[in-house]
């Protein structure tokens, strides 16, 4: 291991994309919550997709270097020191044997190394020309499932008891909705509990799920909502299907453009 996790305020996963899906058995599927970010840390040392990084998500971090690496930091890094020392954040930085690291985020934050986590080795110091699209501000937008159309935008504050399984939001009210049969739902299924709290499902939420649905978070902004912090006000608003399928081939195509200059060195700065 290139690195001894020592204290976490917060939740931190071990994650990475792929892999073989369970969701049939009523497994989650799992991986990052911002697959943007992640892609963007591995990127940084040269990982696949399929290789692991650390993700912080919602508090504080502080590991010892067992072995000197280059470590790959990316997300919203409200803080990040080496020995006491600060350093920036969005970057790849050199941390040798015996060195402290300390992140703090009031969202999420990735740590990668080459080879993935606990492999470590050598690679390139970087710094990201920009962040990651994920951290933009913003309305979030939605698909209206059947019956929902009306609702239309809506002003919510995140509520602290969120996870990775789902991220909660309240604002709405009561609105007298019965529970429906449970059904199969996916990441991003926004869901209307008996009190009016709405519950989007997370990579670690249900698989299965029993409350009236108003939509889904559209995928252009799914990776948002790994940034919310409590308490945060937060406005969803609705999209139109054809729109989404636009962004979503242009932010698609950015993204491959991005890693593989990232992959050649050609983005840094």
């Not at 990475?16 to 369970?22: A, C, D, Q, V, W």
């Not at 049969?181 to 009016?196: A, K, N």
Request: hydrophobic residues 35%; aromatic residues 4%; negative net charge.
């Amino acid at each position: 291991m290139s690195f001894d996790l020592k204290r976490i305020f917060g939740i931190a996963t071990v994650v990475r994309e792929g892999g073989l899906s369970r969701r049939r058995y009523g497994v989650p599927p799992g991986g990052p919550l911002d697959s943007e970010s992640f892609e963007l840390a591995q990127c940084l040392v040269g990982n696949s997709l399929e290789q692991s990084a650390l993700e912080i998500f919602g508090g504080t971090a502080e590991l010892v270097c067992t072995k000197s690496t280059v470590l790959s930091n990316v997300g919203s890094v409200q803080g990040l020191m080496v020995d006491g020392q600060p350093r920036v954040g969005n970057s790849a930085i050199q941390v040798y044997e015996g060195e402290v690291v300390q992140v703090s985020t009031l969202g999420t934050v990735y740590l990668a190394e080459p080879g993935g986590w606990g492999v470590g080795g050598r690679g390139r110091v970087a710094r990201l020309a920009d962040p990651p699209s994920s951290l933009r501000l913003g309305p979030i937008g939605y698909l209206p499932a059947e019956g929902f159309e009306s609702v239309g935008r809506l002003e919510l504050t995140i509520n602290p008891k969120m996870s990775r399984m789902g991220i909660r939001m309240d604002g709405m009210g009561p609105l007298g909705l019965a529970e429906i049969v449970s059904e199969p739902c996916c990441v991003g299924t926004i869901q209307i509990t008996p009190s009016g709290q709405l519950i989007t499902i997370g990579p670690d939420g249900p698989t299965l799920g029993g409350y009236p649905r108003l939509g889904y978070v559209t995928e252009v902004d799914l990776d948002r909502l790994a940034h919310v912090s409590p308490l945060a006000r937060v406005v969803l608003d609705i999209k139109i299907y054809e729109d989404i399928e636009l962004e979503l081939a242009e932010r698609r195509q950015v993204r491959v453009s991005r890693c593989s200059q990232l992959r050649m060195g050609l983005e840094t700065c």
